[in-house]
């Protein structure tokens, strides 16, 4: 059972366009990653957050505690935005994994 | 600091070998994470170390998967006699305990079992 849901699965969208990935969870957390992943690469850690809002570059985390919810925005997004984007939380000594929003930008 | 480092990159194996893989972290991190992913999925907890000390293992993970850290630094994951179910992407990652706790991920290791 995934305790993690992302949606949308899969995102198509024109350069330039404002995107917006969603994360929700059900149990108690520290903190939540937003992970990114290339085709055939490592992921990398984007964001960790606990509360608020977090931006770097044209990325923008939330997170809304009460409602066990954080999204991710990508402003102005670029083919090179293109990836998979995974939400992860964690509870002290385990991580659990959303199964990722496939974003595609075309030119 | 180069990061995590997992070798090999690429795994080609009959079914029924055993397959080994090794992941060195980065130095000052005490805790050391295994993953499986397969297409279209998050990463799969598999086991974690903190130290030398294997603290968790997936209860989903059968007897022919093993690791070791035998000094806290590398790990191994080994696999037993592999089956065609067990090719997917072994992705170590590392991390320093702590409230503020994160993951930096390796390249991964890409299992074909054929």
């Known amino acids: 059972k995934n305790e993690v849901e992302q949606s949308p699965q899969n995102l198509t969208a024109q350069e330039g366009e404002f995107i917006t990935i969603n994360c929700s969870y059900s149990v108690g957390i520290s903190a939540l990653h937003w992970l990114q992943q290339h085709p055939g690469g490592g992921i990398v850690s984007l964001f960790m957050?606990?509360?608020g809002k977090k931006k770097h570059g044209r990325l923008i985390a939330t997170i809304n505690i009460q409602e066990k919810h954080s999204s991710l925005h990508i402003t102005a997004s670029h083919p090179r935005d293109s990836a998979v984007y995974i939400c992860s939380y964690n509870t002290g000594n385990q991580f659990y994994f959303g199964t990722g929003t496939s974003l595609t930008v075309i030119p | 600091d180069t990061g995590v480092s997992q070798n090999p990159r690429h795994k080609i194996t009959k079914r029924g070998q055993n397959v080994t893989f090794r992941c060195d972290p980065i130095s000052e991190h005490n805790r050391l994470y295994w993953y499986r992913q397969t297409l279209g999925q998050g990463p799969e907890f598999l086991t974690y170390f903190q130290n030398e000390a294997q603290l968790e293992k997936s209860r989903l993970l059968s007897d022919r998967f093993s690791a070791e850290r035998p000094k806290g630094s590398f790990s191994t994951l080994e696999i037993q006699r592999t089956e065609q179910g067990d090719s997917a992407m072994y992705l170590c990652?590392?991390?320093?305990?702590?409230?503020?706790?994160?993951?930096?991920f390796g390249s991964g290791t890409q299992l074909s079992v054929l």
């Open positions: 990652a590392s991390s320093l305990a702590g409230l503020s706790e994160k993951l930096f």
């Open positions: 957050l606990s509360s």
